[in-house]
């Protein structure tokens, strides 16, 4: 017998939704103010925030401006938080989600220390049913996951990690006491946008600092400072304006993307441009011209005017080669910013170690073998990135119509419609799921877009006397196939060693996960997909 269906006493709700960061909590405050239903938010960890509450690394900074990453549904809200920084960092953006989950009421409908094991749809009642490690049991008609794209922690599997003797860290789950470096040996292993920020910070503290690098990255000056008053008064005013900005750009984020193309402008000028671009620093280097991500030609003007500023950076140019042997175009994978990350190899104390040179054997009791050369350590640090888009989603055992779970519907790579829904899993909503353009924007913008449609879809079926909605097999082989389109016109799929693609993961498989056609496009789809009475989905 099935324990779930016949247990005596599981709590039922309108809605159950996973995890308490941006897009959970906003789930929560959009079903329950807005529809009036019962939810329950179930959140792993201690506190909120998911993504900043589990991130508490050394140098933890979000990418996006602090203006642009936040909420924009309460113009109150808007009205009355003030962001400190230009970036805001990891405990800044903490302290709003727990404000957010404060100014709105929100806590009381969400369990804490809650980690869910298990989500069964019960054919029978149109229910999932999900329990927890505790074996607590809960019972709705809808369950919505809003469980990160970021959030389960690639630990590489290196032969005698367990052997060491020293203390070693992820950064995705680090110590909320925080780490002590002080006169310690450090080795670092991964230089992604989260071992760019850290390793400034760790090398301040540190005797030594050792980077292992993999695959070398670009970086563009973070260039963070204080808010300026005067700037924070004109966010202030302009809001509405730069709101309608980040809905209609491709990426979410509040600056415009220019019109110019790289390689229609003279050289002298573009030259002139990415100087600009570079000073003014973060994210919107990228936007300077148009073609960078769709023109191997363009493309190589950035790449090799950031190459050349690692050279101009670095004083041993035998290190700036290392840093600058990048092999794949710029921004096919995230490109990170920073602040002070190649100055850092100018320090007496941070040395860089090349593992395609000279890659890592394994781990000993003191420290880490490489094939020529062992280095003594106290403190290893994983910066090593994460089972992205579908490694929470995957540890739960979800499981669908006909007993069938998401680990077999995914077996090839996830396959979704819009992101959304997967066929066979009815009233499942995935926020931010694969097949969105989730990471490859702003995530807040595209985690209220979801939110917004998921709840606007449960007041139609409402309306509609419907109670199960369900995306079609043929609607997600269609879309799977535009998310493929819209990868192979960019040069993205160039950067074949990407989490993009699942790449950084052994065995799992090769699939271009965000879409990549544009978060303005994408929401359009979205609202057509609602206004044709939602098609490619079956309500009944
Ligand atoms: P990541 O981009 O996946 O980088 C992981 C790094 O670890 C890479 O350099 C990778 O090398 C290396 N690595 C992995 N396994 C390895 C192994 N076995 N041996 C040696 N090196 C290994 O992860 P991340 O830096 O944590 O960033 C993930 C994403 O989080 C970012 O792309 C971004 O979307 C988000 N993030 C955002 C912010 C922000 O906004 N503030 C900050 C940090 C991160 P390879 O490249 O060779 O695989």
Redesign the pocket.
């Known amino acids: 017998m099935d324990m779930h269906t016949s247990s005596p006493d599981p709590r039922y709700y309108d809605a159950l939704v996973i995890g308490a960061g941006f897009g959970g909590l906003y789930q929560l405050y959009c079903l329950r103010e807005r529809l009036g239903m019962s939810v329950l938010v179930l959140e792993a960890a201690d506190g909120v925030g998911g ?1 900043w509450y589990w ?1 508490r690394y050394p140098g ?5 401006e602090s203006h642009g990453y936040c909420y924009t549904f309460s113009d109150d809200l808007v009205r009355e938080w003030e962001w400190s920084e230009r ?1 805001p960092g ?1 405990p800044e953006v903490l302290r709003y989600l727990n404000h957010v989950a404060d100014r709105f009421d929100l806590r009381r409908d969400i369990r804490l220390d809650c980690r869910v094991k298990s989500a069964r749809f019960d054919e029978v009642e149109n229910l999932w049913r999900v329990e927890t490690d505790a074996g607590e049991r809960y019972a709705a008609r809808f369950l919505i996951t809003a469980v990160g ?2 959030s389960s922690a ?1 630990i ?3 032969p005698g990690l367990d052997g060491f003797k020293g203390d070693w860290y992820h ?2 789950e680090w110590p909320h006491q925080g780490v002590d470096f002080t006169a310690k040996r450090v080795g670092q ?9 850290a390793a400034p910070v760790i090398a301040a503290d540190a005797a030594h600092l050792t980077v ?4 070398a ?1 670009y970086s563009v000056p973070a260039r963070n400072g204080p808010m300026d008053p005067a700037i924070r008064r004109q966010i202030k005013e302009r809001y509405h304006e730069i709101r309608e900005a980040m809905h209609l750009s491709p990426n979410g984020h509040p600056f415009l993307i220019s019109e110019r193309k790289a390689v229609e402008t003279d050289p002298a000028e573009r030259e002139a441009l990415y100087e600009e671009a570079w000073e003014k620093g973060g994210l919107r280097f990228r936007a300077v011209f148009q073609d960078l991500l769709v023109d191997q030609a363009a493309n190589d003007t950035a790449s090799e005017f950031l190459k050349s500023k690692i050279m101009a950076t670095v004083d041993d140019p035998a290190v700036g080669e290392i840093l600058a042997k990048i092999d794949h175009p710029f921004a096919t ?2 490109p ?2 920073d602040t002070d990350y190649f100055e850092t190899f100018n320090l007496p104390n941070v040395s860089l170690v090349d ?1 395609r040179a000279d ?2 054997e394994c781990i000993l009791p003191n420290g880490i073998k490489t094939r020529s050369r062992e280095f003594d350590l106290d403190i290893l640090v ?5 089972d ?1 888009m579908t490694g929470t989603l995957l540890k739960i055992e979800i499981e669908g119509r006909d007993g069938r779970t998401l680990r077999e519907a995914w077996k090839e790579g996830p396959r979704t419609y819009l992101g959304l829904q997967v066929d066979g899993f009815p009233n499942l909503f995935t926020v931010t799921g694969p097949g969105s353009p989730s ?1 490859l924007t702003n995530m807040p913008v595209a985690i209220e877009q979801h939110v917004e449609w998921i709840t606007d879809c449960i007041a139609a079926m409402r309306n509609n006397g419907a109670a199960s909605i369900e995306a079609t097999a043929d609607a997600v082989s269609d879309w799977v196939a535009h998310v493929n389109a819209c990868a192979d016109a960019t040069l993205m799929p160039k950067a074949g ?3 993009y693609l699942g ?2 993961v052994p065995g799992k498989p090769r699939v271009f996960m965000p879409y990549p056609g544009g978060m303005h496009r994408y929401r359009e789809i979205c609202a057509q997909v609602a206004a044709n009475a939602y098609e490619g989905f079956v309500l009944r």
């Open positions: 993504t991130n933890a900074r979000c990418d996006s970036y990891q794209c970021l690639n590489p599997d290196i950064t995705g292993i991964g230089t992604g946008s989260t071992g760019i920020q292992f690098q993999r695959t990255n994978k995230r990170p910013i593992l890659p890592i994983f910066a090593t990135g994460f992205a990471v060693h990407s989490w790449a950084n």
